[in-house]
């Protein structure tokens, strides 16, 4: 079926939930250690798997069902993952989790897919999901690649000290444009470039002037970055 719209971006909490991949390749290794990093519960459905999966069972890591795939393997997952190397077995997942309305990806079959996974690139709390629309993932990487290098550390420092601020900035701002405008002058005040160029205690003293020019409690990690010696 021909797509008239692109893919809509969005985040989904695995966590604790259960993932079902069929096939117990190498590409089904990736896409498990990419589960268990973001802390699903993974099933494999293959006769075999390899090493690297074996070694995951041995751990506990996950569980693996060695068989061929039926669709009593769906039930209970939140999302299923095609990674055989039979386009048959892998069409009829696809149409089994359709039937059962259960979002399903078939690895580089992107007319098959309900969702993609995106190539990601992550500095701490800061989380970037980069997609061409399953039509080059080459292009993704080399993005994906380009971000490393311009997206550093400095903004999961700031993410951290914007998040510790939140609470207060509801009490103290009663308005969703003063709390805008409060995070905003933070960021227009050049934070991240005083990170970016190691000037730590002023980027940590800027964040403290714009909290007492808007009447914001500074947090405890701010304080305790301020209140060491210089």
């Not at 055989?84 to 989790?97: M, S």
């Amino acid at each position: 079926m021909k797509k008239n719209y692109p893919y809509y971006p969005v985040y989904l909490d695995i966590e604790e939930r259960s993932v079902v991949i069929i096939g117990g390749g190498s590409v089904c290794a990736r896409k498990a250690d990419a589960m268990m990093k973001y802390g699903a519960r993974v099933t494999i459905v293959s006769p075999q798997v390899t090493g690297e999966i074996e070694q995951w069972l041995s751990d506990g890591r996950l569980t693996v069902r060695r068989k061929a795939y039926e669709e009593s393997d769906l039930p209970g997952a939140v999302i299923v993952i095609a990674s055989t190397d039979d386009p048959c077995v892998n069409a009829r997942v696809a149409r089994d989790c359709r039937r059962r309305k259960i979002p399903v990806n078939v690895v580089d079959v992107t007319h098959l897919c309900d969702f993609i996974i995106p190539a990601i690139v992550e500095r701490g709390s800061i989380q970037i999901a980069v997609s061409t629309g399953g039509k080059s993932p080459a292009l993704a990487r080399r993005l994906k690649e380009d971000l490393q290098k311009l997206v550093g550390l400095e903004y999961d420092e700031v993410n951290q000290l914007m998040g510790g601020l939140r609470t207060a900035a509801k009490k103290t701002l009663a308005t969703d444009i003063e709390r805008k405008r409060f995070f905003d002058a933070i960021i227009a005040a050049g934070v991240l470039e005083m990170l970016r160029g190691g000037h730590r205690r002023e980027a940590y003293e800027t964040i403290r002037d714009v909290c007492q020019t808007a009447g914001v409690p500074v947090s405890e990690s701010i304080r305790n970055v301020l209140s060491a010696a210089p």
